[in-house]
């Protein structure tokens, strides 16, 4: 039976990127009936240094956008990853089993940490072992991520292997990664070869989900294009990403294909696409943020939603959590 697991780092506010890439398509998810679980993943959050008072605001802030876009938490289980500790009490075995040389391929931990990584933290280092467990505490069959996700699903998978081959078991499943639609890499505003990501230190190159109108008018009328007019066809955009980004945000926000939308904008120059691409974001995204913003006068009852999604959350994961110490030959009372 397909169960959906996917989650979100609240550190820093959720971006366009995020909506499209992830939040957007976990609705369309839950929507199709399929068993969804989703989590604010805080633990994660706190490889790079977090707040706590931020952590706290961008933790209510993140539960907040997923309510808003249509995450209704009677049909979808939506908690913070710390109130569930079977996710860490996973990851420690995940440790035991995945290989220095696998986390040191990961692209993810080589951009975040440089030519520093000295200096980064080892929960940063060991962050997709955390993420296979968050995966695999649900037996989840499927992640619908974007594409800068696709290599961490990928390493959960040869850790499920490994851990089946080396205790002799198929416990674990292979879960499939979702990527597919229009947007499943937003690219930044300012430069295209640049992922949309909520810690760019340019706030004009991404488009925030708490952005009023005029904001999202000023962004995108200022987001980097190229003098010539759009072509008829995909093809026609090989060469101009910003071009290209800038079709895609228009499909999936209007919900067809970047095929479709050059069908019916090909020829025209941005100055007219542009203020085309202002109005629908506008439509689809300004509901969502005012929402966000009522949701976010009652803390306390988002904090209510959390803990209860948190019990159920727990209830799927402690027998997992059981099995796999039983398999591994841990002695319990
Ligand atoms: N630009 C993007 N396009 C499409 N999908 C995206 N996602 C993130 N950026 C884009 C997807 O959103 C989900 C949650 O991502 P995350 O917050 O856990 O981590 P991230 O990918 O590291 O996101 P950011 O915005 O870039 O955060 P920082 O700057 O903190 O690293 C994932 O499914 C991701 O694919």
Redo the contacts with the bound molecule.
């Keep these: 039976k397909p169960r959906v697991f996917?989650?979100?780092?609240p550190?820093?506010g959720l971006?366009l990127?995020?909506y499209?890439?992830?939040i957007k398509r976990f609705v369309d998810m839950q929507e199709q009936g399929i068993e969804t679980i989703y989590c604010v993943?805080d633990m994660?959050a706190i490889t790079v240094w977090q707040d706590p008072d931020a952590l706290r605001r961008q933790t209510r802030e993140l539960a907040a956008g997923y309510l808003a876009a249509g995450l209704d938490p009677s049909k979808s289980i939506l908690f913070n990853q710390s109130q569930v500790a079977e996710h860490a009490q996973l990851a420690w075995i995940f440790n035991c089993v995945a290989r220095m040389g696998w986390m040191n391929r990961m692209t993810q931990w080589k951009d975040k940490a440089g030519k520093n990584a000295e200096k980064a933290s080892l929960g940063l280092f060991a962050y997709p072992s955390l993420m296979a467990a968050d995966i695999l505490i649900y037996h989840a069959t499927h992640v619908p991520?974007?594409?800068?996700?696709k290599q961490h699903v990928e390493l959960t998978r040869d850790i499920a292997a490994k851990f089946n081959n080396d205790y002799g078991t198929d416990f674990f499943p292979m879960t499939e990664p979702v990527i597919e639609g229009a947007?499943?890499?937003?690219m930044s505003l300012r430069d295209g070869s640049k992922?949309?990501?909520?810690?760019d230190p340019s706030d004009m190159s991404r488009i925030n989900m708490t952005d009023d109108a005029d904001a999202i008018a000023k962004k995108i009328r200022k987001a980097k294009t190229d003098p010539e007019p759009l072509p008829e066809t995909m093809d026609g955009l090989d060469d101009r990403p910003e071009a290209r980004n800038l079709v895609r945000i228009y499909a999936a926000l209007a919900e067809t294909t970047p095929q479709a939308v050059l069908a019916d904008m090909g020829g025209r120059q941005f100055s007219e696409f542009k203020p085309a691409l202002v109005d629908l974001a506008v439509d689809r995204l300004a509901p969502i943020s005012q929402e966000m913003g009522r949701l976010m006068q009652d803390p306390a009852e988002i904090d209510r939603i959390l803990a209860e999604g948190a019990a159920r959350a727990r209830a799927i994961a402690a027998p997992i959590l059981r099995d796999t110490y039983d398999i591994v030959g841990m002695i319990r009372g």
């Design positions: 996917s989650g979100i780092q550190s820093g971006t990127g995020n499209l890439g992830a993943v994660h991520v974007g594409e800068d996700q947007a499943t890499r937003v992922k949309m990501s909520k810690s």
